[in-house]
C-alpha cells in the first residue's frame, strides 16, 4: 500500500496548491439595524453619515462579518465589523486619479507583472487602524497618519482568459492577497 513518507507528500502538495489557489466567495445579505452589534451601531453614529446606512452580513472564505455602507461627500463606505462590533477595516471607494501618481505607477507594475492584460474595475483605500483615526478618516481629517492599502477589483489575463480577481495591495506594488472571484451561484436559468 502506501508508506506514511508517501502519504505525508501527498498531504503536503495538497495543502501547497490550495494555499495557492484562493478563490474568494462571498454572500452577502441585508440585515435590520437592531440585529448588529450596539458597539458597532456607536461607531456608525461618530461617523455623521449624512446618507442612510445599510447594514449586511457578509459571510466569506474569512468567516462571518457585519457590514454598514453609506455614502458621505459623493464617497461611498464600507465599514467592517467583527461579530462583537469592532472595527476590521475602512473602505473607500475612489477614482485611480485621485491616488498620486508615483502609487499608480507602482501598482500599475504589480499588474503589469502579474496579468498579461488586465482592467481595473474598482479600486478602494483600505485602512486599518484605531477607532479614532477611522472616525476621523471618515469625517475627513487628511491628516491623520495610517496604514493605507489599495483593495482592487481587476479583470485580467493570465494564460488564454480573462477572470475576476480581488487583489490587496500595499503603496509600495506588492499584491498581499490574490483571490480569484468566484460568480455566485444561481437557481435561476441565465441566458
Known amino acids: 500500500m502506501f508508506s506514511k513518507k508517501w502519504l505525508f507528500i501527498v498531504f503536503i502538495l495538497i495543502g501547497v496548491f490550495t494555499a495557492v489557489s484562493q478563490e474568494k466567495f462571498e454572500r ?3 440585515v435590520d439595524t437592531d440585529e448588529v452589534p450596539l458597539k458597532a451601531k456607536t461607531f456608525i453614529e461618530k461617523c455623521r453619515f449624512s446618507k442612510q446606512v445599510k447594514w449586511y452580513v457578509e459571510e466569506s472564505q474569512d468567516g462571518k462579518t457585519y457590514e454598514a455602507k453609506s455614502v458621505k461627500k459623493g464617497y461611498k463606505f464600507s465599514i467592517e465589523f467583527d461579530l462583537q462590533g469592532t472595527v476590521l477595516d475602512v473602505e473607500k471607494t475612489v477614482k485611480l486619479t485621485e491616488i498620486s501618481s508615483a502609487k499608480i505607477k507602482k501598482i500599475e507594475s504589480a499588474l503589469t507583472e502579474r496579468f498579461r492584460k488586465y482592467k481595473i474595475k474598482k479600486i478602494q483605500v483600505q485602512w486599518k487602524t484605531d477607532t479614532n483615526s477611522y472616525i476621523a478618516l471618515i469625517n475627513g481629517d487628511v491628516k491623520v497618519s495610517t496604514n493605507e492599502l489599495y483593495e482592487l477589483v481587476v479583470k485580467g489575463k493570465v494564460v ?21 472571484i468566484v460568480p455566485a451561484n444561481s437557481d435561476n436559468l441565465q441566458f
Not at 488564454?160 to 480569484?180: A, D, Q
Open 160 to 180: 488564454s482568459h480573462f477572470k475576476m480577481y480581488e487583489l490587496l495591495i500595499n503603496p509600495e506594488g506588492t499584491i498581499l492577497k490574490e483571490l480569484e
Open 28 to 30: 452577502e445579505y441585508r
